[in-house]
């Protein structure tokens, strides 16, 4: 079945820096690839995803890019704000059950 | 507010306890989720619906049991339950699975098994 590693499980930015978060999935049958911000006594929202005929996608300071040779996709987040510190997880479909990753407690310090 | 609510949000409970996790969104899906979220780990799927049908269950063990009356409300049955039961559960719901579908997530209920 899909496996998902995502790294690093923490990560700690000056606010203005960019962020990168990474991961890898292992079944090259998946093709849908979202990524889901977790705030503090909330459930994960998504704030991006990428399908597998798609190399690259962005979204204001949100970004995805997606190496479908290599099997691994990256967020990043560009001109990082306090507001942004959360917990990422990126996750990945082949069939509609979506693997997800372990999470990046990221921390953006004014 | 993501359209998914559930309740309560906080639960503890003993061992010999029998509980129930409710669920229900507003957002005309016709499959909802439910996932176990533990610390330091990735969420892990438990259940999956569509249409009221039980579609995936991901090795999950009887002292947790779903039901599903209709499309818009999902339960989660609690008996006999561990200490490493304790997590956050997720309810999600969306359109069909099986495709290539946002997943929207109610807030968890934090359950702490004594």
């Known amino acids: 079945g899909e496996n998902v590693e995502q790294h690093p499980s923490t990560l700690s930015v000056q606010e203005g820096d960019s962020a990168v978060i990474k991961c890898t999935y292992s079944?090259?049958?998946?093709?849908?690839f979202p990524w889901y911000k977790q705030e503090l006594g909330k459930g994960p929202q998504l704030i991006i995803d990428?399908?597998?005929?798609?190399g690259e996608k962005k979204d204001q300071r949100i970004a995805v890019t997606l190496n479908k040779t290599a099997k691994h996709f990256s967020l990043h987040i560009t001109e990082t704000q306090p507001e942004d510190s959360a917990v990422y997880f990126c996750?990945?479909?082949?069939?509609?059950?979506?693997?997800f990753g372990q999470g990046t407690e990221l921390s953006v310090k004014p | 507010e993501t359209g998914v609510t559930q309740t309560p949000r906080h639960l503890v409970m003993g061992m010999t306890n029998k509980k129930s996790l409710k669920c229900e969104q507003h957002?005309?899906?016709?499959?909802m989720y439910w996932y176990k979220q533990s610390a330091k780990k990735p969420l892990e799927l438990m259940f999956v619906?569509?249409?009221?049908?039980?579609?995936e269950n991901n090795s999950v063990p009887s002292r947790f049991s779903p039901e599903c009356p209709n499309s818009s409300h999902l339960f989660l049955h609690l008996h006999t339950l561990q200490p490493e039961d304790s997590a956050l559960y997720l309810c999600?719901?969306?359109?069909?699975?099986?495709?290539?579908?946002?997943?929207?997530f109610g807030p968890g209920t934090r359950l702490t098994v004594l």
């Open positions: 619906y569509n249409f009221k049908e039980q579609t």
């Open positions: 957002l005309g899906h016709n499959a």
């Open positions: 079944d090259s049958a998946s093709n849908y």
């Open positions: 999600a719901s969306s359109l069909p699975s099986g495709g290539l579908h946002e997943q929207f």
């Open positions: 996750a990945a479909s082949g069939g509609g059950k979506l693997i």
């Open positions: 990428i399908r597998s005929n798609v």
